[in-house]
């Protein structure tokens, strides 16, 4: 079956430790998308890669970090740095990042920092 | 204002009914529009792509009004499995502005 997977699917940390969450897409696709979504909020962009190893800011990469070294793998580290870490964080990827293409979705990761 | 604005909601309405949402944009430069439809707890799924001729799949019917700068999902026949949040997406510069609405809650009661 082709998609995405995130893992895990629910994550607990500790203040101040940074934490890496997985996403992994077998559609071949060349862009790939990370949310996050909070409640009352919309999902917003975190980071997005349209290509491998080139990766650029949405619009609240602060306290976040990206890798793109494989096409088909795109994990975010959240660090200590990010200040309100806890929240539902989505996976996305279009074929190849234009206006017109589909996003798809990973199932999520919930992280919860105690 | 907000980029992209949508009622939040909860729409309660009773099975059978016919239901509409509509989401307002401020960029005037966007180019694609789209509904996704979220389940509680779960990733967004895309309901349907929103062309300016309007189009329609099954029950559902997208129009874009580009000179009011707003989209709109019609529903018809609501099916209790039609509960959901109804997410508006655009598009206004390829994979470097996609920005998402808050979702439109709808309850379909029997």
């Known amino acids: 079956d082709g998609g995405i997977t995130q893992s895990p699917k629910y994550l607990f940390r500790k203040e101040g430790q940074n934490v890496t969450l997985s996403c992994e897409q077998n559609?071949?696709?060349?862009?790939m998308y990370w949310y996050r979504q909070d409640p009352g909020q919309g999902l917003r962009l975190i980071y997005y890669?349209?290509?491998?190893?080139?990766?650029q800011k949405g619009d609240i990469a602060e306290g976040y970090s990206v890798s793109r070294e494989k096409k088909e793998s795109f994990p975010l580290t959240v660090t200590s740095a990010q200040k309100n870490p806890t929240a539902f964080y989505l996976c996305?990827?279009?074929?190849?990042?234009?206006?017109?293409?589909?996003?798809?979705f990973g199932p999520g990761t919930r992280l919860t920092v105690l | 204002r907000k980029e992209v604005e949508q009622d939040p909601g909860p729409f309660n309405v009773p099975e059978g009914a016919t239901v509409a949402f509509n989401c307002t944009y401020s960029?005037?430069?966007?180019?694609?529009f789209f509904w996704y439809r979220q389940d509680c707890r779960k990733e967004p799924k895309l309901l349907m792509s929103?062309?300016?001729s309007g189009n329609e799949d099954g029950r559902f019917t997208a129009q874009l009004n580009r000179a009011s700068q707003y989209i709109s999902l019609l529903i018809r026949d609501s099916k209790l499995s039609d509960s959901a949040t109804y997410l508006c997406?655009?598009?206004?510069?390829?994979?470097?502005?996609?920005?998402f609405g808050i979702g439109t809650k709808l309850q379909v009661i029997p």
């Open positions: 559609l071949n696709h060349d862009a």
């Open positions: 960029n005037s430069a966007s180019q694609s």
């Open positions: 997406v655009v598009v206004s510069g390829g994979y470097q502005k996609v920005t």
């Open positions: 890669s349209q290509i491998v190893n080139d990766f």
């Open positions: 996305a990827s279009s074929s190849r990042g234009a206006a017109t293409d589909t996003q798809y």
């Open positions: 929103v062309y300016s």
